[in-house]
């Protein structure tokens, strides 16, 4: 989602930061309260550190969460986990939308039931969710762009591995085609569907290598994909020959990274943006904004932010250490 203007970000990070100030610090939750996460492939390391996010903040305020959805990439079974949610009448409910198209009824649906629902990570933007907490997924494709070119000096084939019907990986996508607009010698060739599979990644990925295809460089603009391409790299005694860059924080990741085989990833901070989210929504069921499903994106005087960025960063070799500290809340 690409964004308009610095001030859209520096309005949603003081109106959120407001909320919180102005909300849970002050107490007033009940211990039946309850928030869940419902998420997409939810086994992931990625989404199982959201989950301690979520843990963290319902323990300090003295709530209950869960987390629901599929273990693998299901974007019907999503759908049917966060109808599952609505049933349960939770205080709020943070969503990650796989299939935006897909989910928007339903989310629509929980806010005019009165339930508060943020969308985290993968944004469905035409629902009346209140807001979004998430990466700028376009200035990442963008950092990530600019790495990549440098790192190919600027000239160079890239193949492109994704999971279609995601916004966020749209996003993604897009920023990394305007940083390599910059420089002509570099061309994307193939964008393939890994459909939320290591196993297709893997597949791919040796396949274009056995065919002695023209690669230049590997990039993932999702989790899965880059242990398994990493792997197929090595294989191939191609490390350092084949640029690869992944995004997220996995550990098979962050591994391949110190093994020298992925030059880099993007790190996003889904922890962050669990933690954060069920914050706003405890104080939004605290304080619900009336109404509650209305149109405060063009509101001047708008009581919620319409998007937190919780911001991305690069990890390489020089910084790849500092990512073992633990989060907040580990031995509690």
Known sequence: MRRDSLSVLIAAGVSAGVLIMTGCSGGGHEPSEKYILVADNTKINYWQTAQKGLNHAASEMKVKSEMQGP????????????????????AGILISASDANLLTPDINSALDQGIPVVTIDADAEESKRLFFIGTDNYNAGTIGGKLTAKLLNNKGNVVVFTLTGQTNLKDRLQGYQAAF?????????????VQGNSDVAFDNAKKLLD?????????????????????????ANMSGKVIVVAMDTDPSTLDWINKGVISATIAQKPWTMAYFGTKLLGDIHLHPPSPLAGSWGKNVFSPVPTF?????FIVDKTNVGSLSQQPPGTNQ
Request: proline residues 6%.
């Open 211 to 235: 065919g002695k295809s023209k690669v230049d460089a590997f990039v993932c603009l999702e989790a899965v994909s880059c242990p398994a391409v990493a792997d197929v790299v090595n294989r």
């Open 181 to 193: 607009a910059e420089h002509p010698e570099i061309k994307i060739t193939q964008v393939v569907d």
């Open 308 to 312: 937190v960025d919780t911001g991305a």
């Open 71 to 90: 273990d693998g990439h299901d974007p019907q079974a999503e759908h049917d986990a966060f109808k599952h949610a609505v049933a349960e009448k939770p």
